[in-house]
């Protein structure tokens, strides 16, 4: 098939956009192991949407193609492009665009009948002119009365259409805000396509915008969740790249805003338990049966959270939680370290010790969610207590190979 | 449905050509840059060749249109359920008092369907009537480029009173937390909106400087050993950063990073997050700055 600017399915670009944008150092040829064609394809529709975000540098295994993106400059998530590259036919845009041209006002309703003899009377302007039957109309009309941009009433026999009525919107500066940090913010993005005035007064720090290519699979975990309905999904393993089919049902989605995934946390009926689920792994949503169970296992998600750092559930040590305190000492003049214990803690204590320590403690499911958090102290961490010792010992050792790193080993002055 | 031709960019530019054809017959050249203004970088070799060509039956050979209306498309289900879904986000209220209502969808999310969930504690306070009328007030002086007159407190409890050139408005996610970006003489360039006390037009001309050396943009270079998934999580958590990373050997990675003068020390600690599967490499300041925190922790005892 010749090379189109446009696509019809969302999963392959998916894949390449995140590879682009988030690792950016592999070479052609480790894409092309599948298909040369399929890559060079989807780089160059990537560089066709995304071109003043793309770089190239020569590496000894070939040229590798990366996006850089300084989410803190550009004022719209610049991957939502990837969104409006559906593809269709040459017959669906010219209905489209006749069909609301005479669809003008809610208040026209017309028969299939009236609307095929009106499409006819517009395409009439044009040589040897092309004709829609009575049967891709009504498929187009209950295409879009399913998108809820037409609506139909039934008299005796007769159908009758219109267009539907537009409510008013948010104003800009609200859509320029919500489309860049609201969940699923791309459909705020179709909204601020439609807006004379583009430019945003509002920039983002730590922003992060991948997520943006996960949208259609957290819009069907939110449309699941709404109807609390189960659902099946396919998995990807990272690792060996096999896919798993699931079924679950969906709890709640969980963003990070210090590295940009969204994990759906879900009950799983196989495994009796709540576990999570990253949504950049999930290949499809499939919607199943009600489940009477949903509000009673939310309800039950809301009780973990006092114990849960991040999104896992189940540490290394098997025990069902783990006990973590550590302690840091400040300066005078370093109030700040105390408020930013507790300001950046998402569950567990902080308590003074003394004048110049404080100590946080707390029981989680993963201990490990919090080794990150706990290095953001190196410099001032007096004291550190895991209840499951071999993470306590690494936490220690990985300290001690992070000083030699530098050159800092045996002892060392201020 | 997201992906979808409603949305799409060419509907979108289609609209857009039509919108001016109805009125009066398009030029070539005028076609070419609505095209180029609307579309992708390669779509005008798509686009005018099917309306020119008469592919899709919109454009006539003088380019008129055989249309009569503007062209418009009402709000889809899922544009209706978003909407619904951020008017009941508390940040709303910064923008109006009076919401539009969808009373025939059910929103497409509760603020009990998702979490920011490691987001800081002490975000902005979006419900206090104080702090919204200064996040109006100052959204107006960005969009309207007037001074503003502003008291503040500084983090030691004293107030400030200094007069500012808004730019914009900056929102960190993960601090919950807005700044004002501008140029004034006594004070920085950078506002958090949490802090001012009273905030007025400043009546008079104000011949603000430029703040270029706070905006100074530096390169951190390091070296990533992907072992525990490293790799992916550091390119992942520095993803919001213009950089670049190429492949080493032995399952290692060089990575530029560029960051901004006043973020260093926040990038300094970002880094030693990771332990020892990140060593930063250049330049020789920052990694002083690493060494000068790893010494502190020798000593304390642990």
Redesign the interface.
């Known amino acids: 098939m010749a090379y189109s600017e446009l696509i019809k399915n969302f999963n392959n670009i998916r894949d390449y956009m995140r590879e682009f944008y988030v690792y950016g150092f592999k070479s052609r040829d480790e894409y092309t192991k599948k298909s040369a064609r399929s890559y060079d394809d989807e780089r160059r529709r990537l560089e066709s949407w995304l071109g003043d975000y793309m770089r190239f540098r020569r590496a000894p295994d070939g040229k590798n193609v990366f996006l850089s993106i300084d989410s803190r400059v550009t004022r719209h998530n610049p991957l939502y492009k990837a969104w409006k590259a559906k593809s269709f036919t040459d017959g669906d845009v010219t209905l489209h665009f006749i069909l609301f041209d005479i669809l003008d006002t809610p208040e026209k309703e017309l028969t299939l009948k009236e609307l095929t003899d009106r499409i006819d009377d517009a395409l009439s302007a044009f040589d040897g002119p092309r004709t829609y039957d009575a049967s891709t109309v009504r498929k187009k009309l209950n295409e879009y009365i399913a998108e809820g941009i037409v609506e139909s009433r039934k008299d005796g026999r007769t159908v009758y259409y219109r267009r539907a009525g537009d409510p008013d919107g948010i104003e800009t500066d609200a859509l320029s805000f919500f489309s860049e940090v609201a969940p699923c913010g791309v459909v705020g993005s179709f909204l601020l396509d439609k807006e004379k005035e583009k430019e945003s007064n509002f920039a983002f720090k730590h922003h992060y915008i991948t997520g943006a290519a996960d949208s259609e699979i957290v819009c069907s975990l939110f449309c699941a969740m709404n109807e609390k309905r189960a659902v099946d999904i396919e998995y990807i393993s990272r690792r060996n790249g096999g896919k798993t089919e699931l079924g679950l049902i969906p709890l709640r989605i969980m963003i990070s805003a210090q590295n940009g995934r969204q994990h759906l946390m879900a009950y799983s009926p196989r495994f009796r338990r709540i576990t999570s689920y990253r949504a950049d792994n999930i290949v499809s949503v499939t919607p199943t049966d009600v489940c009477p169970d949903f509000d009673a296992l939310r309800e039950k998600l809301d009780g973990m959270e006092k114990n849960l750092w991040g999104v896992s559930t189940q540490g290394f040590s098997g025990k069902r939680l783990e006990h973590v305190e550590f302690t840091v000492r400040f300066d005078p003049e370093e109030k700040h370290i105390p408020q930013r214990l507790e300001r950046e803690k998402r569950c567990g204590r902080v308590e003074r010790v003394g004048e110049n320590a404080a100590r946080f403690s707390a029981d989680v499911y993963d201990a490990s969610e919090l080794i990150p958090w706990i290095r953001t102290f190196i410099c001032r961490i007096t004291s550190l207590e895991i209840s499951d010792k071999e993470l306590e010992a690494r936490f220690k050792s990985d300290l001690d190979a992070t000083y030699a790193l530098y050159g800092l080993e045996g002892d060392v002055d201020e | 449905?997201?992906?979808?031709?409603?949305?799409?960019?060419?509907?979108?530019t289609?609209?857009a050509v039509?919108r001016e054809a109805v009125r009066r017959p398009l030029g070539k050249g005028e076609l070419r840059a609505i095209v180029e203004e609307n579309a992708?970088?390669?779509?005008v070799?798509?686009v005018i060749p099917?309306l020119t060509g008469?592919?899709?039956?919109?454009l006539?050979p003088d380019g008129s249109t055989?249309?009569?209306?503007v062209?418009?498309?009402?709000?889809?289900?899922?544009?209706?359920r978003?909407?619904k879904?951020?008017?009941s986000?508390p940040?709303?209220r910064l923008?109006?008092d009076s919401?539009?209502d969808?009373p025939d969808?059910?929103?497409?999310?509760t603020q009990?369907?998702?979490?920011?969930?490691?987001?800081?504690?002490?975000g902005d306070p979006y419900e206090d009537e104080n702090y919204i009328k200064t996040f109006r007030l100052v959204?107006d002086a960005?969009?309207n480029k007037y001074p503003l007159s502003i008291e503040m407190t500084g983090?030691s409890g004293g107030t400030t009173r200094f007069t500012l050139a808004p730019g914009?408005?900056?929102?960190?996610?993960?601090?919950?937390k807005f700044?004002l970006?501008g140029r004034g003489k006594v004070y920085g360039k950078t506002v958090n909106l949490a802090r001012i006390v009273k905030c007025e037009k400043y009546g008079k001309p104000f011949d603000a400087p430029k703040n270029e050396s706070d905006s100074e943009k530096r390169d951190v270079v390091f070296i990533l050993t992907d072992e525990r998934n490293a790799?992916?999580?550091a390119?992942?958590?520095f993803?919001?950063?213009?950089?670049?990373?190429?492949?080493l050997d032995g399952g290692r990675?060089r990575v530029r990073v560029?960051y901004?003068k006043e973020d260093e020390t926040e990038l300094v600690?970002?880094v030693?997050?990771?332990?020892?599967m990140i060593?930063a490499e250049s330049p020789d300041s920052f990694?002083e700055l690493?060494?000068?925190?790893?010494?502190?922790?020798?000593?304390?005892?642990?």
């Open positions: 449905m997201i992906f979808s031709e409603l949305y799409s960019a060419y509907y979108n289609v609209a039509l992708f970088g390669e779509s070799l798509n099917a008469q592919k899709w039956r919109l006539l055989p249309l009569e209306n062209p418009t498309m009402p709000k889809t289900t899922l544009e209706k978003w909407l879904a951020v008017c986000d940040r709303m923008f109006s919401l539009p969808y969808v059910e929103p497409l999310f009990e369907d998702f979490r920011v969930f490691d987001k800081y504690s002490d959204l960005v969009k983090r914009y408005l900056e929102y960190s996610e993960k601090d919950d700044r970006i790799l992916e999580r390119m992942l958590h993803a919001h950063f213009e950089k670049e990373a190429e492949r990675y560029t901004r600690i970002r030693l997050m990771f332990g020892p060593k990694v690493i060494k000068e925190r790893l010494i502190k922790q020798k000593n304390c005892g642990l």
